[in-house]
């Protein structure tokens, strides 16, 4: 059985880290999101800076979430910039 | 009515949709199209987060109906390669007085410019967020909190 | 653009010819519809005062200019007899930016509703003015005062 | 030469008075509106009544005017209820 959580980047986020969606395993549950930030932050410079903004937006499960979020194996994570339709 | 899609949408035929059920004494719509961009690629791209993005959408609608007396309203929303003067967004309502019809329809282009999860691309370039649409949506929901406070 | 006019109007021609000029980023309509009213003559009449009325609104409309930026507006109202539902009165602005024509457009009915020679008749009874329509009208007219203010 | 001017009435005010528009011969030049009003409400008590009540509109040379705005011959004069169009 995978811990596995699916994560989306949009936007400016793809670009720059060159990833629009993955599959990521879950080093331990309960993960917060601030962890998994950290962990996703190990990559590079890029992936530190950009998880890092302050103007970077989080969803779990297509809902924004704050860095206190409890993320479980099957979940589906977001990362983007402010948004911009309309 | 909620509708995320790549098609260009009509005036007329939304129009239509909204004075469908009686007692519509006053229509408000909105329409917001791609304007001219400084770049020698004139390519205008929408991307959106296909599943958040409808949900943020229904929330929106379903709090203006709570906030004002509202007959019917339509948010429509395209997506993907636009080109300039494209109709991008399509916001209207229906109810039996303008007042209404006029603060819901703001409310909701107001709200879904700052919550919806679309992102704007001129030619290579994606689109900052302005603080002039933040500004907008406090102002919705400062009143809330105003509202609020006032039932205590 | 105004026209006081027994003919109906079509919205989309008036959307078109909004967006005719480069630049309309954002359109506002607002469309006033005849409502059923509780009288067993379902006659509906409109009267105005010729010459006086087109003045009116010709006002209103360079007030609007003079107060907000816009790309191109229109100001259509019906007179004549009418039946329940049909189409009274349309306001259209577009502009750059949204905030300006959701407000301007706003203000031109706000403002015709007080001062536009138009009066109603449902069936043998004349329609009597709302004291929530002089509200909506003197909200923008106090907010001119407390512009002139902070201008002194 | 007269001194004719042209007064209109409009919605309930010209349903009641039984009148729509009509001549009338101002007695000297200056004439207020006022002294106008007072003229005419020599007709009777509906004419008393309709341009004594505070919520009646007059318009001269279709501009909403008040009491002491100056008639003159070739004027234009109306006399209305609130407005209710829109």
């Known amino acids: 059985m995978n811990n596995d959580i699916q994560i989306f980047y949009f ?5 720059k880290l060159n990833c629009e969606n993955e599959f990521f395993p879950l080093d331990s549950t309960p993960t917060t999101l601030a962890q998994l930030k950290e962990q996703l ?3 590079g410079t890029v ?5 890092g903004e302050a103007s970077t937006r989080c969803a779990v499960n297509q809902a924004i979430a704050t860095e206190d979020a409890i993320l479980k194996r099957g979940d589906e994570v977001a990362f983007f910039p402010p948004v911009t339709g309309g | 009515m909620i509708s995320v899609q790549t098609e260009d949408f009509q005036l007329e035929r939304e129009y239509q949709r909204l004075i469908a059920r009686d007692g519509a004494g ?3 719509t909105f329409i917001g199209r791609v304007r001219d961009f400084a770049s020698g690629d004139k390519t205008f791209l929408l991307q959106h987060y296909p599943g958040m993005t409808e949900k943020v959408l229904e929330r929106i609608e379903q709090e203006a109906k709570a906030r004002w007396s509202i007959i019917a309203s339509t948010i429509i929303h395209r997506v993907g390669s636009l080109n300039i003067h494209d ?10 007085h303008r007042r209404d019809a006029f603060a819901a329809c703001e409310y909701m282009i107001d709200i879904l410019k700052t919550q919806a999860p679309f992102w ?3 030619g290579q370039h994606w689109v900052e967020a302005k603080d002039s649409d933040q500004a907008a949506a406090d102002a919705w929901l400062n009143a809330d909190s105003w509202q609020a406070l006032e039932k205590d």
Chains 1, 4 share one sequence.
């Open chain 1, 11 to 15: 936007a400016n986020l793809a670009d």
């Open chain 1, 41 to 43: 932050s190990e990559r």
């Open chain 1, 47 to 51: 992936w530190h800076e950009l998880l």
């Open chain 2, 26 to 28: 006053a229509v408000v």
């Open chain 2, 87 to 96: 109709q991008i967004v399509f916001v209207g309502v229906s109810s039996k």
């Open chain 2, 120 to 122: 704007k691309k001129e």
